[in-house]
């Protein structure tokens, strides 16, 4: 479970961008973005670190949701007030909601199933 | 633990009381070795900085230990723990590793099976929060 698709060693420069501007409602220098860019890079390696950690500390190959959620709260964005959740509702769009909210579904069957 | 207001609280003082004695003795190594002086409100800022560290810690170590499906804080929650910063992530390791040797002595010694199971967990936290206390490196 990834929070986005980086089949390529780094994020579109224009994603970046326009997420950016989007939070920071105001002009932003052209080497701004650079080095936002280049943070956001970094972000990904020290991601990846820690979830390395996390998964070797609890004995597994792979990563699980649970993972993502401990380096969330470890970030200090997910607490007792503020669940995963209600960070997904929060942030992503629908499609990926679906994905990853429980929704009961007709025949007493739950998507996802996990 | 099932504790009234009054009590918590009560445990709550005498908990900050025993941390500020202590943060103001390892003051008064620090201010001897470097000769420096310490206000009071200095030491008492520090110590209030440990207590809710410790607080952010504890929270951490129970996360971790649930994470490896564990109800025990082991010392490699420590240091998990420990893992942004390096150098505190080496003295843990140390301290870890001569924990578990003084352990093993200890055992052979006895040559005892049944060994009442030592956790080095709290030798560990306190050299956290006492290393952090002291120079506070963490990011």
Not at chain 1, 7 to 36: G, N, Q, T
Request: charged share 30%.
């Amino acid at each position: 479970v990834s929070r986005r698709k980086t089949s390529e060693p780094e994020i579109a420069s224009s994603l970046i961008k326009k997420i950016f501007s989007h939070y920071v409602k105001m002009p932003v220098a052209r080497d701004a973005f650079k080095i936002v860019q280049k943070c956001s890079e970094k972000y990904f390696m020290q991601l990846s670190n820690d979830l390395e950690a996390y998964i070797h500390h609890a004995g597994r190959k792979t990563v699980e949701m649970e993972d993502l959620e401990v380096l969330m709260r470890r970030q200090g964005l997910v607490t007792d007030k503020m669940p995963l959740h209600v960070l997904i509702e929060r942030y992503f769009p629908l499609e990926y909601r679906k994905l990853l909210i429980p929704v009961a579904a007709s025949g007493n069957s739950v998507i996802p199933s996990k | 633990m099932e504790a009234t207001e009054e009590e918590r609280l009560l445990l709550t003082q005498r908990l900050k009381a025993a941390v500020h004695y202590t943060v103001g003795c390892l003051c008064q190594d620090v201010a001897e070795d470097k000769d420096v002086q310490f206000t009071k409100q200095t030491i008492a800022a520090i110590s209030e900085i440990t207590f809710r560290q410790c607080d952010n810690f504890a929270k951490d170590l129970e996360m971790f230990a649930r994470h490896a499906k564990r109800s025990t804080v082991t010392t490699e929650d420590v240091k998990l723990l420990a893992r942004r910063s390096n150098s505190l992530l080496k003295y843990i390791t140390q301290k870890s590793e001569e924990l578990a040797s003084s352990n093993m002595e200890q055992k052979e010694k006895k040559k005892k099976k049944s060994s009442a199971a030592k956790g080095g967990k709290i030798p560990g936290e306190q050299e956290a929060a006492v290393n952090e206390s002291e120079d506070s490196n963490m990011a």
